[in-house]
């Protein structure tokens, strides 16, 4: 593969994207997209955040069509009206990127249903929003949706018997955990989306080490990994980079359905859009259908009947 930047991202023009996220990496998927001429919507928690992401996009592309929408991944409920209002509004969505995270906070917390909060966000927060925006995606152009994985899943495990981490909790693994079930969605999706017609096509992508508040916003800038952040700045590439592995499996036509892809150097930490290493754990299609049918079960997400 040749060195990919954002200026190679096709026209988006006739595009209508959601990307979850309103700072780091989910702003610069929705600066590079809206650049390109893209209906992009933003999609996060805070209004506010919200709200300065559109307006910092305006003013450098004073013409991108940009907006924002509350979503609350941690909220089945608020996914639920997310997908709703979008259903009312429109008829199709051509791209969904499930990028926003939350990394190791220090103390276990739950979500307003009662999950983990890394797992209910990272997982099954998406998990349950590509449900409810799938009759959207199958009526898109070339629709596609990117799940957001992390180098951390290599680390990871599917441990059925402590998926809310109830027995245990220690952050880092719940973390690698959340991400490595990402990176399965994102197969299984694609297996499931092939065998029933569906039409989408499901790829991973992963940033590598990028400068985001990802850190600072879980486990904090008082902490060892916080510390990392701020000590070791020159570690980690810019959001602006590290947003290319997502940006190249969301718009390039050289995309393999269920591939996965980061950043091609020093361990897959940095670099440009290269084709990652899937972790050996994540390709275990049994692991990964149980895994969606936990997800169902735990979600209510209804996929048969769209």
């Not at 907006?67 to 909220?75: C, G, I, K, Y």
């Not at 050289?254 to 994540?282: C, F, N």
Request: glycine share 10%.
């Amino acid at each position: 593969m040749s060195v990919w930047s954002a200026s190679d991202i096709p026209s988006q023009r006739g595009r209508c994207t959601v990307v979850t996220g309103t700072g780091g990496l989910g702003y610069e998927d929705a600066l590079a997209l809206a650049r390109s001429g893209g209906e992009v919507i933003i999609a996060g928690r805070n209004p506010s955040k919200g709200a300065n992401a559109v307006a910092r996009i305006r003013s450098r592309h004073p013409d991108a069509s940009v907006r924002f929408e509350l979503l609350d991944l941690a909220d089945i409920q608020s996914v639920r009206a997310f997908g709703s209002r979008l259903r009312a509004e429109r008829e199709s969505l051509d791209l969904l990127i499930n990028n926003a995270a939350v990394m190791t906070p220090p103390t276990r917390q739950v979500t307003p249903d009662g999950f983990e909060l890394q797992f209910g966000t990272n997982h099954l927060g998406h998990f349950a929003l590509t449900a409810e925006l799938l009759p959207l995606l199958r009526n898109g152009n070339e629709p596609r949706v990117v799940s957001v994985s992390s180098v951390a899943a290599r680390g990871g495990t599917i441990d059925f018997d402590n998926l809310q981490a109830e027995r245990s909790y220690k952050p880092m693994p719940i973390y690698s955990q959340s991400k490595l079930a990402s990176l399965m969605f994102a197969f299984e999706l694609q297996r499931r989306s092939r065998a029933s017609g569906w039409g989408i096509t499901s790829v991973a992508a992963h940033p590598g080490i990028a400068r985001t508040d990802l850190i600072p916003n879980g486990a904090g800038r008082i902490s060892l990994a916080g510390f990392a952040r701020t000590l070791l700045w020159f570690l980690f590439q810019p959001p602006a980079r590290g947003a290319l592995p997502t940006l190249f499996a969301a718009t390039s036509p050289d995309v393999v359905p269920g591939g996965y892809y980061g950043p091609d150097k020093l361990g897959e930490t940095r670099g440009s859009p290269a084709v990652a290493r899937v972790p050996p754990q994540a390709d275990d299609d049994a692991v990964a259908s149980r895994l969606w049918d936990a997800s169902v079960r735990l979600t209510g997400a209804n996929f048969a009947l769209q």
